[in-house]
Every structure is written in structure tokens, then in C-alpha cells.
């Protein structure tokens, strides 16, 4: 269903471009400003045609990189305070395996992230959680904070708090085009709006808008294939909607790494997916041949059956995503380096949804010219040689 309309009007504080998650909550937190904020998004409302669509998606606080675990705990604590503010329930708390061989660098960073001495071998393993079975030296890491986000109730309910905070949200209006400056102007397929600051979370479609105010941006939307696996032996208490997540690490079979948490969308599935995917237009992500080769779903069938028995070995739903990477697959959270009131916040690598209410804080702090809370470093434009284009 379509978000109501709301009055229209043309001049406002800011202006989102993109309503997904990471803009929804950008909106969020300037609303909660007091500023006056317009979300504006170009497909009707709800729609699965980015990245923060379906049920389900993997929060934990094992992270190999020490400047995405430092925001976890700030992270937890607001997705917990929207679920407080709002009475709904965001997150189950499953639990999270990290699973890959022992002494693996990005392993060991997750396990020191966590505070923990423990590593399961492949009998401690399957003695607690029977549905897994490691392979032969290999280890297990337990994230017991992990869990799933219900993913399409917690971008409608961020929306929700937005509105009710004040903000306007557009949906079914496509942005044409972006004209800089102190007022910043962008004219949409339904009307002309004024800000003096924008903020563009437009996802796969950011590097087309940045275009025109002469950035070339790194990054490549890839169409990632969303797998469910059918258990064997249905309703089975190792399996389903009680297992923990987990993700690998460091797997010479997976070298992108595979994922997997209980499946909320399909009772009896699980849903276990390859960390990559094909490199796509997201104008044209349906034109790929149903007879295309999928060689993630190879390399899923050969996982599952040595590490995940339980399963049946072929995918029983496929459905699809976008990611939106960058080269080193960490954030693009920065301003334009010519136009200051424009920020950006793209190249969330599949990683970003967890951290969604900390990333819209951030954008909004950049967006008001404040000092932001974290150290920015790692998610600069200028990190990439060659970004400013002949335009400016």
C-alpha cells in the first residue's frame, strides 16, 4: 500500500533521496531534530525492488573490523529504543555462529570483538547445535547477542516514527534531476522541492545521481540470489526457526563467504545465501535468463550438503536482492567534496541494515555540519583515486 499522501509543499530543511533503511532512519534522526525532513522515494510503497525488502535479516555484534564493532552496542540500543517507542517487536534473539578454520585472521577479530575466549571444535559444535557439522580442524565462534531483524516491519515502523515526528514522505516519485548549490533544488517525476541540505541513500541508483554533480563513485549494485533451503525432516528442532544464524569466515570453498538464519518468510525453510552475486543494472536486474548459470547456488548445494545435513541439497525458493558494493566493501558516508550540504550514504556491501539506525545518526550529523560521533575514516569519498569527475 502506498504511504498517504501528505500536503504537498516545496521548500524544506532537508531532503532524503531513497527510502530504504539507511534513509529512512537518516530521516528519523532529523526529524527527531526538529527538522523539517522530506523522504522522498521513486517506487510505490512497500516494494522489493532494493536492498532493504523481505522478513529477515542477520544483527550481531562479532565484527572483523574493529570500526563496525565499536557502533554495534549504539546500534542494538536503538533498534531496541524504536521497538520501545513504538511497542513492536524488531528482533529475535537467535544467537550467531562463525564458522571457518582455526586462526583464521577475520575469525580471531570476531572472537576478540566479542570478548570471548571460547571456540567450539566440530564435536563441542554438534553436541550444541546438532544441525551444524564442521569439518575436520575447523572452528566455531558463538555470538550469543546475534539475532534477526524483521526486516519489512522495521522499515515501516522507522517510517512510521518519521511521519508521526513530523516528516513528509513521498513514494512513487522518481527524482529527475538534482541542481546544486546553497539551496540545493530536486525536480521529481510530481513536483519541484527546495532544501538547504540534501542527503542522497538511493542505494543501487546513487551513482547514477551523483553523476550528474560529477562524482564517479566505486560502486557495482550486484544481483544477489536470496536461497531457502527445505529441512528433511520438517518441524526438526535443530533446524527452522530455533537455529542460531551463522556466517563463515575464511572458507577456500566460499571465498566471499555464506550466511544463513532461521527462515521467518517460509516455515521449514532456512534461509542460506552466498555473500556475492552478478553484477547487474538495477533498471534492468529482471532481464537475466532464467537459463543464466547461477554458480552461487552451486557452491550453496556443496556447503549444505557437508555442513548443513539437515537440509535438502537443492534451493526450494529463489528469490533476489540488490547489494551495492564498494571496492573494499566498507561504507560511503562523507559529503561531497565540492558541495558540502550534499551528503552521501551508499555502498552498504550487503553489511548495512544492522547498522542502519547508527549510519542515519551518522548522515544526519554530516548533513548539520557536526562533528560526527565516530571516527569517519574508513568511509570517505577520498579513499578512492579519481572520484571527481571532469563536471566540476
Known sequence: MAAPKQPQKSTYDVIVIGAGIQGSFTAYHLAQRHKNTLLLEQFLLPHSRGSSHGQSRIIRSAYPQEYYSRMMPESFRLWQQLEAETGTTLYRQTGLLVLGPPGEPELEACRRSLGVDEVLDAAALAQQFPGFRLQAGQVAVLDRTAGVLFADRALRTVQEVFRRHGGTLRDGEKVLRIEPGATVTVTTTAGVYKASRLIITAGAWTGAFVEQLGL?????????????????????????????????????????????????????????????????????????????????????????????????????????????????????????????????????????????????????????????????????????????????
Not at 554458480?295 to 528469490?319: H, N, R
Open 216 to 392: 564517479r563513485l566505486p560502486l557495482q549494485p550486484l544481483r544477489i540470489d536470496v536461497c531457502y533451503w527445505r529441512e528433511k525432516q520438517p518441524g526438526s528442532a535443530s533446524l527452522g526457526s530455533v537455529s542460531p544464524c551463522f556466517l563463515t569466515l575464511g572458507l577456500s570453498q566460499a571465498p566471499h563467504g555464506i550466511y544463513g538464519l532461521p527462515s521467518i518468510e517460509y516455515p521449514g525453510l532456512m534461509k542460506v545465501c552466498h555473500h556475492h552475486g552478478s553484477p547487474t543494472d538495477p533498471e534492468k536486474r529482471d532481464q537475466a535468463p532464467s537459463s543464466a548459470p547461477r554458480p552461487d547456488i552451486a557452491i550453496l548445494s556443496s556447503f549444505i550438503s557437508s555442513y548443513l545435513p539437515g537440509l535438502e541439497t537443492q534451493p526450494a525458493v529463489i528469490e533476489t536482492c540488490l547489494y551495492t558494493n564498494t571496492p573494499d566493501e566498507d561504507f560511503i558516508l562523507d559529503r561531497h567534496p565540492k558541495f558540502s550540504n550534499i551528503v552521501i550514504g551508499a555502498g552498504f556491501s550487503g553489511h548495512g541494515f544492522k547498522l542502519a539506525p547508527v549510519v542515519g545518526k551518522l548522515l544526519c550529523e554530516l548533513s548539520l555540519g557536526e562533528e560526527p560521533s565516530y571516527n569517519m575514516a574508513h568511509f570517505t569519498i577520498t579513499r578512492f583515486p579519481g572520484v571527481l569527475g571532469a563536471a566540476l
